[in-house]
């Protein structure tokens, strides 16, 4: 249920509800306990992951996440 998973992922299940309604967006570390929870195979769980680490041009790859970059909109067929 969505109850459960939310507890899961340490999260209420209000604000899981608002992300799967688009309403809020997902942070790495958030997407990082769904993809663990949720049980995705590995090719699959990959390429969620890799929606956030995206770097613009000419960006490090140590560069840390910082204020709205660390969070991007994922639908919910992403995750299902």
């Given at each position: ?24 967006k997902?942070?790495a ?11 995705l ?13 995206k770097?613009?041009?000419?960006e ?21």
């Open positions: 249920s969505l109850r459960a998973f939310a507890r899961d992922i340490d999260m209420s299940p209000a604000a899981l509800c608002e992300i799967l309604k688009g309403k809020r997902v942070s570390k958030l997407a990082a306990k769904v993809v663990v929870h949720a049980g195979e590995p090719n699959e769980a990959k390429k969620i992951l890799r929606l956030f680490n770097q613009p041009e000419g490090s790859q140590s560069k840390k996440f910082r204020g709205a970059e660390d969070y991007v909109e994922v639908s919910v067929d992403q995750f299902m």
